[in-house]
């Protein structure tokens, strides 16, 4: 399940065939098809747009929704590609990407339910393959949350 020691840090699935490009657990960061890799990147801002298009979704910090879908999609897309990039962790967890985000909890991401599977990358490992069920401590005070998509898993 873990990457050999002259590969450390990167997970793998076992071997057999998977279920989707990222149902099946770990993204294949090194031989993964990169079809599949940008795929799974997109999944939370495609979860988004399916939300707007079929669901009413409407962020407050977009402004007024424009009448047509086509404009309220075009409005929803600029916008959703202002807020923070997820990196997939695992199936549909994620964190977000660049330097200084550290310590960030793990979001579960499914279209715009989301929810906190972890106060951090340990705590999510716990979670996901030790614990028999999620488990987020009463005590946790919350760091600073991702930009736009925590405010899902508060809303």
Same mark, same amino acid.
């Given at each position: 399940? &873990?990457?050999?020691?002259?590969?450390?840090?990167?997970?793998?699935?076992?071997?057999?065939?998977?279920?989707?490009?990222?149902?099946?657990?770990?993204?294949?960061?090194?031989?993964?098809?990169?079809?599949?890799?940008?795929?799974?990147?997109?999944?939370?801002?495609?979860?988004?747009?399916?939300?707007?298009?079929?669901?009413?979704?409407?962020?407050?910090?977009?402004?007024?929704?424009?009448?047509?879908?086509?404009?309220?999609?075009?409005?929803?897309?600029?916008?959703?590609?202002?807020?923070?990039?997820?990196?997939?962790?695992?199936?549909?967890?994620?964190?977000?990407?660049?330097?200084?985000?550290?310590?960030?909890?793990?979001?579960?991401?499914?279209?715009?339910?989301?929810?906190?599977?972890?106060?951090?990358?340990?705590?999510?490992?716990?979670?996901? &393959?030790?614990?028999?069920?999620?488990?987020?401590?009463?005590?946790?005070?919350?760091?600073?949350?991702?930009? &736009?998509?925590?405010?899902?898993? &508060?809303?």
């Amino acid at each position: 399940m &873990f990457a050999r020691a002259s590969e450390p840090g990167l997970p793998l699935n076992p071997p057999g065939p998977q279920e989707g490009p990222w149902h099946g657990g770990w993204p294949d960061w090194r031989n993964g098809n990169p079809a599949d890799l940008r795929e799974h990147l997109g999944w939370p801002v495609a979860g988004a747009l399916f939300d707007v298009e079929h669901n009413n979704l409407w962020h407050p910090s977009w402004g007024r929704r424009p009448a047509r879908l086509v404009h309220a999609l075009g409005t929803a897309r600029r916008r959703l590609g202002e807020a923070p990039t997820l990196i997939p962790v695992y199936a549909h967890r994620y964190l977000p990407a660049g330097g200084g985000t550290h310590g960030h909890p793990v979001l579960s991401i499914h279209q715009t339910d989301i929810i906190i599977y972890g106060t951090d990358i340990a705590d999510y490992i716990a979670n996901e &393959f030790i614990r028999s069920r999620l488990f987020i401590s009463p005590d946790w005070t919350p760091p600073p949350m991702v930009r &736009f998509w925590s405010e899902f898993a &508060f809303g």
